[in-house]
């Protein structure tokens, strides 16, 4: 089957590439490398069935005819995935978000392709504590350019693929973690003690309190839900049902880092920043009744993270 | 009070400019006269509580200029408002709609203005058919990209009124309609009538069952809500509790006009094209407890908009 993944060169792109490939199907790769890497992808590049193409879906008339006709799938994770970032500088979002998520839709349709697959993200919730998210929960606040846009992101998919006969699957997931990962709590703290080892600065009291996925299990999840779901718009969290401070990460980076005599400093207040989540609660089980099944809970998927960003777990691939 | 109006030359914004002069507010309107009116204002050009701006909220430069750091609240009535036109040219929400509203939000930051009012719409909750959706309704699935991109932003609002501890207050109405309407389905029967009095194409079998509003009404709901709801971001769904089916309206539109051999010619489908709602069912129950009582019901709504626009009942005025 011909797919194409946009931010196919990314953390979970390319890993979703490298999963398509391993089934038999036909990857185009499109990415702005502005997250991604090539090395990523470098082991695909003899690969008869892998084509990577370095766009910006800003650019609509070269994505246009980038697509090609016969392409059955289009894995959208293309996004700016800072969330932090975006709330300094909030046109990111809208651009790398909600227009490039609407330039590819209305190339898809003059191309007359008819089924997309999007990482949307819990930040759609927005900030409600405790409470347990489902996939009906209402109403949607989100507390950051990153969930706002996600929004507007599957608010067109549904409107299109009603306008034109498509079909959808939009994953909400929890935070993804693992090899490969350009960004994020983990990969922050691990540079910030490469540097200096006697001190980590935490943003936030160190109380956010997250459900962490291994990026392996995301994986699973795609299969899962593009094979067996078949409503014309099929929304799922994952999440597992468990969760780790931002707190037992620090010090997990720390005891895995081999360091006795750093000082955690944080900072006051529960979020990490203001569009920052601090609670994320998210409800799995309409994933789970489609037979989803985590390899990771939170805890052994931070611990695997820490390991496989510090090399100490092999090389990095899932 | 100084408050500003986008969309303040169309068809609610002029009676919303109306009604806050008469408040005693300041009032400046911003306006690209691509719906609006200069004539909608003219009445009010010579007082000197009233400014009209022509400007394009996608000229961000310019809007950012235009508005006074010393505004209070801003009420966001901009928007592609022709939903049959966004199934076709999608463009054109994800510009007038999205983008506009994303620019607007970062102007108000530039200049420290803390409130936005913003009419969203009832096509954030797709098509549901005779479920009521109360605020809380979920998955929001619109079928419009008019949905879509008023879904976007109330995102956006959202996530703004969090990073930069704005107040907002969302109202998603039903279809409104009355004087200085410059569009929609009443406005477009009596056009076709005018032409042609023997033969009215109706789009869609006629059964679309939804509620109208009189704008009269809407702008009491503004006012109500502006005044009593003290959340950060309140949202309400407004509607009565009573429909009108497209065969009523084109047979009260022929009635009211004095034709008696005018052939009504429906499509198929119940739907009138492939964005449109056919059954709109809002729960109204959240404005009604804040003390909303409307004086029209969706038939009486109807005729009085039938009777004003064919100048049988006044000049128009609400």
Known sequence: MKTLITGGAGFIGSQLADYLLSEGHEVTVIDNLSWGKKEFLSHNFKNPKFKFIKLDLLDKNALTSAIRKATDTVFHLAANSDIMRGTIEPEIDLKNTTIATFNLLDSMVKKGIKKIFFTSGSGIYGD???????????????????????????????????????????????????????????????????????????????????????????????????????????????????????????????????????????????????????????????????????????????????RVLLDKDGDGKV
Chains 1, 2 share one sequence.
Do not use: C
């Open 128 to 306: 409600v504590g405790e409470t347990y998210t489902d996939e009906n929960f209402g109403p949607l606040l989100p507390i950051s350019m990153y969930g706002a846009t996600k929004l507007s992101a599957e608010g067109m998919i549904s409107a299109f693929a009603n306008l034109h006969d498509m079909q959808a699957w939009i994953l909400r997931p929890a935070n993804i973690i693992g090899p490969r990962a350009t960004h994020g709590v983990i990969f922050d703290f691990i540079n910030q003690l490469k540097e200096n080892p006697k001190k980590l600065k935490v943003l936030g009291d160190g109380s956010q309190s997250k459900s962490y996925l291994y990026v392996s299990d995301v994986i699973d999840s795609v299969e899962l839900v593009w094979k067996k779901s078949k409503e014309q718009v099929n929304i799922f969290n994952i999440s597992s049902k468990t969760f780790v401070t931002v707190k037992e990460i620090a010090e997990s980076v720390v005891k895995e880092m081999g360091l006795e005599k750093t000082k955690i400093e944080y900072s006051e207040g529960s979020r990490g920043w203001k569009g920052d989540v601090p609670i994320v609660r998210i409800d799995n089980r309409k994933i789970e009744d489609l037979g989803w099944k985590i390899n990771y809970n939170s805890k052994e998927a931070v611990r695997k993270t820490i």
